[in-house]
């Protein structure tokens, strides 16, 4: 190769170099965020690709039913959004990587690679992440902020709801499929990882919107056998049981959180499915339904006092209907009065009575024929 191409060759490479791994200017660097108390620190510099380089912060998610679809709310400060790469970790472990280093080609999601946009985060300007329902590309976050100066996600620029973007990660960061059939329920982990040192901050919470249900967005709907129920007349220390069907009627599962409790003399018994019945006994919530579900209520009426009684309880649930409240009611008469006690004979001392009758009758004439 001649001395000239050699040259040539170099500066290419010298250049390219340059540009891979072109620093932060240092006029637009900014102090380190100090500590928030409740907050997650953010280890600077600190992102290498996992988990555990990065700030993870639990959530405990109560949301009965299988995931269709996941919107994640962060709420975090960061003085260079392009610093930051962000991941959602389901229950099961499924990872989506809903922002990787904004404005940076990165090569791989590594923490390497040239820098991103310098725009910020702050408290006041949470963003959100649906591949649903989100509106910009979450590459183009916090632009012009590398060449046109900075500004605050959210907060300046009004662009607080975004569309996952995985960057150079190898999952697809689409919140939509990626948990699809999962458990809801359980301990959800959002983290935030730095890929260049200064500029640093602290993440605060998050907040987890999930569909439940294979029903692509539907909802459930919860359907009674009655939600009136009259026992009658039952008489003191007697027990009357009555059954209430509880069925989702809806497209989507029916999360059951509570029901309460209607009170003496009436009482509720959940036991769950039971082997050989038509119909499965409902549990004790938190349970789920999935479509054409259903469930049995057993009610019991069970008093010790005369008198009419009348009482409630309430099914809370997902339904767009919830609280539903279902009536029980029963009346007890008062006892019949005790009858009065006549004094009975029965034969042994009627013959016993005539006896002695019989032997009185005989003195008397005993007397008179002596006489």
């Known amino acids: 190769m001649k001395i000239t191409e050699r040259i040539l060759t170099l500066m290419l490479l010298t250049f390219s170099l340059g540009l891979y791994a072109q620093e932060k200017d240092p006029n637009l660097v900014e102090p380190n965020l100090p500590a928030r108390g409740g907050a997650i620190p953010i280890p600077d510099d600190g992102y290498d690709g996992t988990l555990g380089s990065m700030a993870c912060l639990t959530i405990n998610e109560t949301t009965m039913g299988t995931v269709d679809d996941v919107d994640i709310e962060v709420t975090m400060e960061h003085t260079w959004i392009g610093d930051l790469a962000i991941k959602l970790v389901s229950p099961d472990g499924t990872i989506a990587t809903v922002l990787s280093r904004p404005g940076s ?20 300007g949470p963003i959100t992440f649906s ?70 901050g602290n993440l605060d919470s998050a907040v987890l919107s999930i569909v439940t249900g294979g ?124 009858a009065e006690v006549v004094p009975t004979m029965n034969w042994v001392g009627l013959i016993a009575l005539m006896l002695v009758l019989s032997g009185v009758g005989l003195v008397l004439m005993r007397r008179r024929q002596e006489a």
């Open 105 to 124: 080609d990165e090569p791989a999601d590594d923490g390497t690679g040239p820098v991103g946009h310098g725009s910020n985060l702050e408290i006041g």
């Open 131 to 200: 591949t649903t329902n989100g509106l910009i590309d979450a590459e183009t976050m916090g632009e012009p902020g590398f060449a046109g100066g900075d500004i605050v996600v959210c907060v300046d620029d009004g662009e607080c709801s975004f569309i996952p973007n995985p960057g150079a990660a190898t999952d697809s960061g689409d919140l939509s499929t990626l948990f699809d059939g999962e458990t809801a329920a359980g301990n959800w982990q959002l983290c935030v990882g730095d890929s260049a040192e200064d500029d640093t």
């Open 215 to 338: 029903g692509g967005g539907g909802e459930p709907t919860i359907s009674l056998s009655t939600d009136d129920t009259d026992f009658g007349l039952v008489n003191v220390n007697d027990q009357e049981t009555t059954l209430i069907t509880l069925e989702n009627t809806g497209d989507a599962a029916l999360d059951v959180t509570a029901i309460s409790d209607p009170g003496e003399p009436f009482s509720l018994m959940l036991s769950g499915p039971t082997r050989g019945t038509l119909i499965p006994s409902c549990s004790i919530p938190p349970f789920s339904l999935d479509p054409s579900e259903s469930c049995d209520i057993e009610i019991n009426f069970a008093p010790t006092a005369p008198g009419d009684y009348m009482s409630s309880f309430d099914i809370t649930s997902n339904a767009a209907s919830s609280p539903d409240t279902i009536t029980v009611r029963g009346s007890v008469p008062e006892p019949p009065p005790e």
